[in-house]
């Protein structure tokens, strides 16, 4: 009966310490705490790691003697605002009297930090107790990241946290889970890999780069549309209906992107002091709206390559059977894809409203790219159908190498128009290995150089657009040129006509001079005159000849100005 009542007591004691353990939080260095300490001691661990660590003797490690740090925060602050503390005070007193001394940018991110911190330490609590039997890594907080339970020889990742210095939260960081079930250690303690999280400069570069290659894809766009809006015979077609909607979707996708890089991207880079004024921090309304209108148009992208390749796969498998109107691509290529990022934005307002959307939350982002992918993979079926047709229609009357050159250049300008070229993007590179950074760069050049490859294949090098180009040229050189004939031949026409009056209106004019003249001298004064006339240097003059046969002659400055007032 003893037995059964101590054994009773052991289990209950055993229960007792399970549960105990369950009510802990973990720091990676530092080791376990309730939750109330844990909340308390996270003050003074983000104040060290992201304002001031605290000067310590040598040889002293706070992370040997964890609770120093208390000791050594306070007297920092203490010092700063010639004010003493005692122990145990009020972490809320301690933590505004801190922000006094620190600038509101570093206030902020420690006041993040410790939010941070106190979900990290919920999230430990609610989920299953930790199984040392099942080899995995334990949940902890390593002072700026929340890593769960993980497999022993795995390598999990999460984007930085934003209250990190010049923290790129778009980069991922890492920790490893090694094979013994314990976390990978750096001199003895738990390390995590930030080192991707301040690489600035080079993230800056991929914004110059995704910017240069939007500014000439939309140069080649709005050049294409030019040229297909333009041409009646062009913009008739289908095809080329599709093909416009097609690059207006591109165009939009490169502007919508390139103000957010701009506006958003940009200055989280180049924010050295105040990164709470940016709007990635204050995740403002209008970042916010933009990304969604990024989100919409990606989106449109995709579905508009699938609008290219049901038409063309019906087109040439299904000849007999033509469309007869192609209203239904705009409702699959503008409205459809409305609900992706809709459904995509309430889901980020309700659970993970923060950073402008710019991270993802969990596997939200599948509500966005589930149905990109999905367009990629049914353009896949349609291209090896297409091919499949093109190979078998001429399976009589070609060899094979010919068959071959003919399946290689269908390959080679569909891939861009269906989009296929955008699955060099799924092989994950790790951060932070070598050639990382040159294979993140190829990716970015192959993903955002599609809008000017699908208007070299589709527009400047086609040679049905060439063709109507040129006809077109012709026509308005012969439009031109007879504008211009006939411009010509009327202005002739009433040059004449002007020049004849002027004539008889200087005849005129001479005529009653000459009657004047012979009324005031005679017969002989007539003669003197016309001997005089006759006699005159005519180098000035013009030679006129009335209806009577008689010449007269008038001064061609005269006759100049009498033509230029009729013209």
Known sequence: MLSLLSMGIIAMCLWGQSISATKLCRQSRLGYYNETEFNRLSFFWCYSYLVEVPKVPKGFHLFVYPNKYEHYITDIISKKLNKTYHSGMDIQTLKRDACVVMTVDECERVKLCMKKAAGCCKEELMGKPYDPESKKCPRTWDGYGCWGDTPQHTTVRQNCPKFIGLSVITEMASKTCQTNGTWYQKGGLEWTDYESCSNAKDILVDVYIILGLNVTSMVFLA???VIFSSNVRLRSQQRIQIH??????????????????IIVTYEMLTTNQNYITTHMYQNTVGCRLIAALQYYFTTTNFFWMFCEGFYLHNLIVNALEPLRTIFWSYIVGWVIPIAPPITYAVVRIIYSDESCWSTPYKSTGWIIWG????CVLINLFYLIQILRVITHLHSHSEDQQTKFKRALKATWILIPLFGLHLALQAYYWPPGTEGQIYYRRFTLVVRYSQGIFVCLIFCYFNAEVKTAMKDSFRKCCAFTGNFLDSSIRSLSTTMTSDGTRANSLQSNRASMQSQRTSKCSGKHGRESTISNFTSHDTSNQTVKYDKKGDYI???????ERQESEIL
């Open 223 to 225: 050049l294409s549309l």
């Open 371 to 374: 149905p990109n992918v999905l």
């Open 553 to 559: 002659s008038v001064p061609s400055k005269d006759i």
């Open 244 to 261: 416009m909607n097609f690059f207006m979707s591109l165009l939009l996708s490169s502007l919508v992107a390139i103000l957010y890089d």
